[in-house]
């Protein structure tokens, strides 16, 4: 079972308390948009082996979004931040870093 | 290749059994093949081995990183069916559902195809009338679906309980000619007939690079060396975006856990597959006597292999519920395998934008019951070098045209 601190709460919640709303920070896109990107914005994941970041919401608590950094191989999740933020806090990246030395931080 | 038969088990039988053969052989690469097939599941091997039969080509390499069948092939829970909404899935799911009928004696393997009937629940007013719409599009699409009444369930699953309370039974969508069969056989059948084509069946290699020259494919890099190949097919189910993320690509495709579980084994006590897709569990029984039981899919993306302890808990609460008489029976082993989700739950079969390069997946919790049907089509995509009937509503263009197969309500329960 996923254990996940929820930023506003400022506690750790169970997996069961949560839903995931997928890849975080992407580009959101309107009728205005080539057919191209709005066609990434709504299928095109990076679906990715190793470090994500994605979207939860804490349905069961406070009710908020909030971003997780996570691995989708072992599950093991480095910290939550605000959905405010447009990409990853450097504390996060820090965080992945100290215990994956091979990760190359965060692409687009 | 030596067949199969009721006389090689007799003479077998004389002999301690000391004259079998190993069902295929395992090599190690060439530098070079006309075609490489990247995942060896149920879906690759059989792209193999309709290339060989239906057209010829056995210059071809089935190219697998652990063991064949290791991956969702092995780990699925065996229902096989055609009821389908949308056209094109019935197109596709009841080709493969009619070669399924004969598939043991195709492959001179016995892959134990059981038609024991598949029984959909109805157990909300909306999923009744979703259900009789999919039996009028069944009926249309001339595969063999009708609608039961409550009482007529109970006939045919007498251990059921049909008065609820959270949810009773009003009615069932019920295909005779469904049933399951036996999963490592599907694999083992195809790669025995491939490897008696010729085709190379090499495991323990992974593919870790894609080289291409002008956005065309010229070679693999596995972890057992390079290998050219003039086309290339990527069957890899979970792992699908991996691959494609080697090629310089993206699909539309989420990779989560799904997971089964089966009972201690029972004397007989339930011969159809029943799929409760309100409450979310589905069971049926295997011949060594062990309910064979699956439920819903981890919510978010993971490649853990292992899935979410609360799902199991939630499918056999739903389950005890429907059939009380399994409450008290010992869970003997719980797993769990990659699938590949795209967003209409239908597949992909599919030209990339790399030249020479095709796709199969997106097949996601529920592709067994496609494999030959799928097998078929992408063999005949790889040697015409497009689509053909069956697989041409399946191309990735799909998304973005906006022609989306939507068998969401098909597809409700993981299966
Ligand atoms: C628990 C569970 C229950 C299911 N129940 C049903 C059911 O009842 N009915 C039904 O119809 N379907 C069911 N399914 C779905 C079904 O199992 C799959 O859709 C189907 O088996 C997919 O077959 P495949 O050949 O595409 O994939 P797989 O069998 O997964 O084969 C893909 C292969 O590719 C290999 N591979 C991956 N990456 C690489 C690489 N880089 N290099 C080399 N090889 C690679 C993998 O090791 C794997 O062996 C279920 C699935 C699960 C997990
Ligand atoms: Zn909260």
């Known amino acids: 079972m996923l254990n996940i601190y929820c930023p506003i709460c400022q506690r750790d919640c169970d997996e069961t308390e949560l839903s995931c709303g997928g890849q975080a920070h992407l580009i959101r896109r309107d009728h205005a948009s080539s057919d191209k990107d709005f066609y990434e914005y709504l299928y095109e994941r990076k679906n990715g082996k190793g470090i994500i970041f994605e979207r939860w919401r804490h349905v069961y608590g406070c009710g908020k979004w909030f971003h997780t950094a996570r691995c989708t191989l072992t599950n093991q999740v480095f910290g939550s931040y605000s959905a405010k933020e447009v990409q990853p806090p450097k504390s996060i990246l820090a965080t992945i870093r100290r215990s994956r030395v091979d990760f190359k931080g965060w692409v687009k | ?415």
Request: glycine share 10%; proline share 4%; aromatic share 8%.
């Open chain 2, 1 to 415: 290749m030596k067949r199969y038969s009721l006389s090689s088990i007799f003479t077998e039988a004389f002999r301690d059994n000391l004259g079998w053969e190993k069902a295929w052989t395992k090599r190690q690469p060439k530098k070079e093949y006309q075609i490489i097939i990247v995942g060896g599941g149920g879906h690759g091997l059989a792209t193999a081995y309709y290339l060989a039969k239906n057209f010829n080509m056995t210059d071809i390499a089935v190219i697998e990183k652990g063991w064949i069948g290791g991956g969702n092939t092995g780990r699925n829970t065996t229902i096989i069916r055609s009821n389908y909404l949308q056209e094109s899935s019935i197109g596709i799911y009841e080709k493969s559902r009619f070669l399924y009928e004969t598939l043991s004696q195709d492959l001179n393997y016995n892959i134990m195809f059981s038609p024991r009937g598949v029984l959909m629940l109805c157990q909300t007013e909306h999923e009744l009338r979703a259900m009789k719409r999919t039996s009028h599009a069944n009926r249309i699409n001339g595969v063999d679906t009708k609608m039961v009444a409550p009482e007529e369930v109970k006939e045919i699953v007498p251990i059921i309980n049909i008065n609820g309370p959270r949810f009773p039974v009003l009615g069932a969508l019920w295909q005779p000619r469904g049933g399951t069969a036996r999963h490592d056989a599907v694999a083992w059948g195809y790669a025995r007939k491939c490897s008696d084509f010729g085709i190379d069946i090499i495991e323990q290699c992974e593919v870790i690079g894609v080289k291409k020259k002008r956005e065309k494919i010229v070679a693999l890099e596995t972890t057992k060396g390079n290998i050219k190949a003039k086309k290339v097919c990527f069957v890899a189910a979970g792992h699908s975006s991996v691959l494609a993320d080697l090629a310089g690509f993206r699909l539309p495709i989420e990779s989560v856990a799904l997971q089964a579980l089966v009972s201690e084994p029972i004397k007989p006590m339930i011969d159809c597959v029943v799929m409760a897709n309100t409450v979310h569990g589905y069971l049926s029984q295997s011949d060594k006597g062990e309910l064979v039981i699956g439920g819903g899919a981890d919510g978010y993306n993971n490649y853990s292999q292992r899935g979410s302890f609360h799902h199991i808990e939630e499918t056999v609460r739903a389950l005890v519920e429907t059939f009380p008489v399994i409450s008290r029976l010992r869970q003997l082993r719980q797993w769990g395998g990659i699938v590949d989700m795209t967003g209409d739950r239908s597949p992909i079969i599919s030209k990339t934008p790399v030249d020479g390069l095709y796709i199969n997946c997106g097949w996601g919790t529920g592709g067994f019951k496609a494999i030959p049907g799928s097998g078929w089509a992408t063999a005949e995509m790889i040697y015409n070098e497009r689509p053909g009937k069956l697989a041409s509503p399946f191309s990735i263009d799909r998304f973005s045209e906006g022609r989306l197969i939507d068998e969401s309500a098909a597809a409700a329960v993981a299966h």
